[in-house]
């Protein structure tokens, strides 16, 4: 695989649209809590709903991982611990 950037983002800051293109600032929240854009995702408008369809897809396989292993008896957690249960990887099987 090439080198592609990445970026974290835990929001989205704004979003436009010119000319059939979707523009969609990344953004992420700095410790006092406000946010500062960090990317752009650029999108035609035409693969928008297949962009969202797959992110909504992604969510559904991360709630069903996140149910089947609360579902299992979990290894006791060492004192003091209270994460939930998550799963530690998985892969999206997107199309």
Request: glycine residues 10%; negative net charge; aromatic residues 4%.
């Amino acid at each position: 695989m090439v080198d592609q950037p990445t970026i974290f983002a835990d929001g989205i800051l704004e979003a436009s649209v010119n000319f059939g293109v979707a523009r969609i600032t990344l953004a992420q929240t700095r410790a006092d809590g406000s946010p500062v854009a960090c990317g752009q995702l650029v999108v035609p408008v035409v693969q928008l709903p297949a962009l969202a369809n797959g992110m909504l897809s992604l969510l559904k396989q991360i709630e069903a991982k996140v149910k089947q292993a609360q579902e299992q008896p979990a290894p006791a957690a060492p004192p003091g611990d209270s994460a939930e249960a998550m799963p530690g990887a998985f892969r999206f099987s997107g199309g």
